[in-house]
């Protein structure tokens, strides 16, 4: 086998693995795994070639071998100095290869060697593949630094696009400026004058005469300029305008020769992401280099047909309009072509995926179990919502098909998703089968697991509990009976991703809180069945655009509907001067039998000093305040014995006030707490704060959620109003996607999924949904992506996913 693919599919690894933070995370199964494989079969690959390509591979498979046990920096060195090492493959491998080529010709001689040595370079200058460091005026130092901005080939260079423009397309003569601001002006410069106020600063002042004035125009530091244009050249300037004693003198940002002019001014400028080393006339320089030859070699994944239908222009036109626009518009036409492309790969790809996955092969076909459904249903005191039957009917339908389900459960606090999945779960029982849950934190999972042992006691099913703080003689016992089958159902936290956990006949997998699991994670569980069902929940609604890029490979069940007679939270934002005010709500509604929350701040993400201000507000509580009333603490450095205690006197009523992390973001249930208190909201997003919002209002009485929040930015005050505003959690929802993107939405990143680098989540709703329809149009037309017209998207496909182990 060829040596590139190999190398090309670990360097994308390693890209996975860099994004995520250095976490043994980047691709299904483990970095260090994947990568330890990768590196014996390059190994294998290369053992016909000359040179250290053996040794250099067998070191890094060693390095691979001790890579979990590393700090996440030492991680970091090992994987830039493998990613390095290896990359020179790139380089140095081809000259190797012409000259084996070369030197077993029988009429070739050392001179003929020598005369095509110097085109080796120019042999890899082939298309938008070619490595970065063969254009011209980059060189290795600069290759380099491009690197750090994910550029190391020209299509990649290519698809690096402005953050912005400025507008130098309109001239103006100097009699016209009369204002200060920014304006471009022709003319010849007459003379330089320069300065030196300080050591280290040299001003240079020159004057620009365009026939209708003579202008002053300033330069710092820039004495090159002065001989790359001296007196009587013709130039276009650039810059801002300031007036001094009521003289306007321009401050140059570009300067060019008029008759070169139209790369730095005279037209609608681009300005890049940029790096230390890397200007942006040096980037604009490189696009000047490459744009005429190799954006016509673009090969667009769209196919023909389907593009016409969009109303965007072809992917070379855009690539073109993008970096050289005669227009803002024409620019964000160009844009709007590239995000396109990535959503329609995007969208593609999960088809193509979900096709796969649809192929009814080994699927676990559970039975009905209405009596056993029946049964459980009884139990409750209440009536399921019709938006739970209808959810309910949809997981059944999937877990009695000759195929593995894989579903997102979305539903907003409150909304009944943990009886929902406990049907799953009897259903699965009742069919024979394991099922296991597994939740973020040892507190929601203790939650889960208390609830489910008192539910399904009545239906005569154990529910065992695994975590990472059991005794080792009671986790012993629960690991015999999962792999006995003793235990049916199983709720834990990431404990039950270990190798130890083996389970007899896993058929359900239940993924609570998903956005705080990355896809390795959800497939590690998974795995330990045999095409087992699986559920992912989350009780964070995620807005339409984002669910599409996330979970495109899920069927997704909404639940939007609150249970009968439980009313709204309502939310107020008042100032940390009114704390007695708040302190005589929480007396009153314990007065009447009623419990409160009180969150303190997260400061800074660091639990000492998270500690530290639980303490200081229990210590007040219990000191000043409410010395007549039980008030409990809760924090994530307790012992489990502790916080389960805690938290057990808070559910049977004991303790009246609980003063708490974000320990209880999510899932605690306690219908008698009626006050949440939350201080320094400021300092949580929208999700966390409805999270937060949603420990209370879970009985019948009238709850309330106070938010204390002082000198607000104007983004805070927006999260504020729409915490008064709705208590729909889906609305507040997309608000929070528009206030703070994607990656800061969920948390924690999406493990593996492709970053988008154009398509905004936000601005490009409708672009989104065109991606969709195109993709399923296409997949109508052609499911297995074997048309020649398919084949840069089958390519491009392949490329993208084929590391994250889910083609």
């Not at 005369?115 to 370079?121: F, G, H, M, T, Y």
């Not at 002006?185 to 004035?213: C, E, F, M, W």
């Not at 639940?559 to 009114?578: A, C, F, I, M």
């Amino acid at each position: 086998m060829s040596w590139q693919p190999l190398w090309q599919s670990l360097r994308r690894a390693i890209d996975a693995e860099r994004n995520l933070g250095y976490t043994d995370g980047g691709v299904v199964g483990g970095f260090s795994a994947y990568a330890h494989a990768s590196l014996a079969a390059l190994r294998q690959a290369l053992s016909a070639h000359p040179g250290p390509w053996g040794a250099r591979m067998a070191l890094w498979e060693g390095q691979m071998i001790h890579y979990r046990r590393l700090t996440p920096p030492e991680r970091r060195h090992v994987v830039d100095q493998m990613a390095q090492s290896i990359g020179e493959l790139e380089l140095e491998l081809p000259t190797a290869e012409a000259t084996k080529q070369v030197s077993s010709n029988p009429g070739s001689d050392d001179k003929t060697v020598n005369k095509k040595q110097p085109e080796r370079p120019s042999r890899n200058l082939k298309g938008p593949g070619t490595a970065i460091q063969f254009l011209r005026g980059v060189g290795p130092q600069r290759a380099a630094a491009l690197k750090r901005l994910g550029i190391e080939t020209i299509q990649d260079l290519l698809f690096h696009l402005p953050h912005r423009y400025i507008d130098r397309s309109q001239l103006l003569s100097i009699a016209q400026i009369r204002y200060p601001g920014d304006y471009n002006v022709s003319g010849v410069i007459r003379a330089y004058q320069q300065y030196n106020p300080r050591r280290g600063l040299a001003v240079i002042k020159g004057q620009l005469d365009d026939g209708t004035g003579i202008l002053p125009i300033v330069l710092f530091n820039r004495k090159q300029l002065t001989a790359k244009y001296p007196p009587g050249t013709a130039v276009i300037v650039s810059g801002k305008v300031e007036f001094r004693y009521g003289k306007a003198e321009l401050h140059v940002e570009e300067i060019e020769n008029q008759a070169e002019a139209g790369l730095h001014t005279n037209r609608i400028v681009p300005v890049y992401p940029a790096t230390e080393g890397l200007n942006q006339r040096f980037l604009r320089g490189l696009y000047e280099q490459v744009i005429p030859k190799y954006a016509p070699q673009m090969n667009d994944i769209v196919p023909k047909g389907l593009d016409r239908s969009t109303n965007l222009p072809a992917l070379s036109q855009a690539v073109q309009w993008v970096h050289f626009p005669d227009s803002l518009e024409q620019a964000e036409l160009g844009r709007r072509k590239l995000a396109f492309n990535e959503a329609f790969l995007l969208q593609t790809a999960w088809q193509f995926i979900r096709r796969r996955r649809n192929v009814p092969i080994e699927g676990i076909g559970h039975k009905p179990a209405q009596e056993e459904l029946n049964k459980l249903w009884s139990l409750l005191p209440y009536e399921l919502t019709a938006a739970q039957k209808r959810v309910v009917r949809e997981i059944a339908a999937d877990m009695e098909a000759n195929r593995p389900m894989n579903r997102l459960l979305q539903g907003d606090v409150g909304a009944g998703k943990t009886i929902v999945a406990a049907s799953a779960v009897v259903k699965a029982v009742a069919s024979g089968y394991q099922a296991a849950l597994m939740a973020p934190t040892e507190v929601l999972a203790e939650q889960h697991a208390i609830s489910w042992q008192r539910l399904l006691a009545e239906m005569a099913i154990p529910v065992a509990h695994l975590s990472g703080s059991l005794t080792r003689r009671r986790k012993e016992e629960v690991l015999k009976g999962l792999s006995e089958g003793t235990y049916p159902v199983v709720v834990g936290t990431h404990a039950l991703l270990q190798k130890e956990v083996v389970f007899q006949r896993l058929g359900l997998v239940v993924i609570d809180e998903q956005h705080r699991f990355g896809v390795r994670q959800r497939a590690a569980l998974w795995e330990k069945g045999q095409q087992a069902d699986l559920l992912v929940m989350t009780a964070t609604p995620i807005p339409r655009t984002l669910a599409m890029t996330l979970y495109g490979d899920l069927d997704v069940s909404i639940l939007n509907e609150r249970p009968p007679g439980r009313q709204e939270v309502k939310t107020y934002h008042v100032g940390s001067d009114t704390w007695p005010r708040v302190y005589n709500l929480i007396r009153r509604e314990v007065s009447q039998g009623h419990q409160a929350y009180i969150v303190c701040p997260a400061i800074e993400e660091s639990e000492e000093m998270d500690l530290a201000a639980v303490e200081e507000r229990y210590g007040t509580l219990t000191r000043d305040v409410f010395p007549d009333l039980e008030v409990g603490i809760l924090h994530g450095r307790m012992k489990k014995e502790e916080k389960a205690a805690v938290m057990e006197r808070f559910y049977r009523g004991n303790t009246k006030v609980l003063v708490a992390t974000t320990v209880i973001e999510v899932g605690i249930d306690v219908p008698a707490a009626t006050v949440m208190v939350i201080e320094g909201a400021e300092r949580f997003g929208l999700a966390q704060l409805h999270q937060l919002r949603g420990r209370v209002g879970r009985g019948q009485a009238q709850s309330f959620c106070i938010l204390i929040a002082d000198k607000l930015s104007d983004e805070g005050k927006r999260r504020m109003s729409a915490m008064e505003g709705t208590n729909d959690g889906f609305r507040l929802a997309e608000e929070d996607l528009k206030l703070r993107g994607p990656g800061e939405f969920l948390g924690t990143r999406q493990s593996g999924i492709p970053a988008f680098k154009v398509a905004d989540l936000v601005k490009d709703a409708d672009l989104l949904d065109q991606a969709k329809s195109a993709s399923e149009q296409w997949n109508a037309q052609d499911p297995t992506l074997q048309r020649p017209e398919s084949r840069e998207l089958a390519r491009k496909v392949r490329e993208t996913f084929q590391g994250l182990d889910l083609l």
